[in-house]
């Protein structure tokens, strides 16, 4: 059984020494490094690439909350966030730390959180592992001369309460941002994709997608209709009824679409 790297970021000696002695009995952790300040956590973290992180909000240099703000997403392993102060609580969680201990706390509140972090972590791998399955058949299917050109995205793997969905980017219907995720919305359904609407946008077939805002993106042949609305901006009408509104930035766009399809 593979162990779950960690890595233990605080200014206090003693307060990485309990997490240390907390972790000690535990045979599935691997201590791989430990960091006083949030500078040398993000390069430790970037260098290591741990699957768990204990992350104290206050330090020097660069507080906690810096040190996630430095890391991309792909970057980001599971938090547990460290503190004596119970004011932090609710931006931790807005993060998407996977628990918040506040200092001091016991042995039993320790392992809670743990026990968290070892279902995160395992189900976090299983994705991984079904998205380089993924890629692994479309590198099969270039090698077979199915596809020469440029590949894009066929289909997403969604992790959500401790299922795996495999979702084809051809069943949705538009894509809007919401906060550090993305809302795919699917007939009556809606999914949410940890990702950024830039980096989604690149993965998509322009040819099939288009953005029509800086928070939204279309399936094409979802569109039904496109109105012209105030300010240089369109409403743009999908086939399931939901109406979205395009932005001026993406006008050109627009503009082209209907020149070649309306």
């Known amino acids: 059984m593979s162990k779950i790297k960690t890595i233990i970021a605080d200014d206090e000696p003693l307060a990485r020494e309990k997490i240390r002695i907390l972790l000690a009995g535990e045979k599935d952790i691997e201590i791989i490094g430990e960091c006083s300040d949030g500078n040398l956590a993000v390069s430790a973290i970037r260098k290591l690439a741990p699957d768990l992180l204990f992350l104290d909000v206050q330090m020097p240099e660069l507080d906690g909350f810096g040190v996630?703000?430095?890391?991309?997403?792909?970057?980001?392993?599971?938090?547990?966030?460290?503190?004596?102060?119970?004011?932090?609580?609710?931006?931790?969680?807005?993060?998407h730390a996977l628990d918040f201990l506040l200092k001091p706390f016991d042995r039993g509140r320790f392992q809670k959180a743990l026990k968290r972090a070892r279902v995160h972590i395992e189900k976090e791998k299983a994705g991984a592992v079904n998205e380089k399955l993924l890629a692994l058949l479309e590198d099969l299917r270039t090698e077979k001369g199915q596809a020469k050109e440029r590949k894009y995205l066929e289909r997403l793997v969604l992790k959500s309460a401790g299922r795996v969905t495999f979702l084809r980017c051809d069943e949705i219907d538009c894509i809007e941002a919401a906060g550090n995720y993305l809302r795919l919305?699917?007939?009556?359904?809606?999914?949410?994709?940890r990702d950024t609407m830039n980096s989604i946008e690149a993965k998509l077939n322009p040819?099939?997608?288009?953005?029509?805002h800086r928070s939204t993106i279309v399936q094409i042949d979802r569109i039904k209709d496109i109105q012209p609305w105030f300010h240089g901006e369109y409403r743009v009408n999908l086939e399931n009824g939901k109406q979205l509104t395009s932005s001026r930035s993406y006008h050109d766009e627009l503009g082209r679409l209907m020149e070649n399809s309306f």
């Open 68 to 95: 996630l703000k430095s890391l991309a997403v792909s970057e980001l392993p599971s938090i547990i966030f460290v503190t004596a102060y119970d004011r932090y609580a609710l931006e931790a969680f807005e993060v």
């Open 207 to 212: 040819q099939r997608f288009i953005r029509i």
């Open 185 to 193: 919305h699917v007939g009556r359904e809606s999914h949410l994709l």
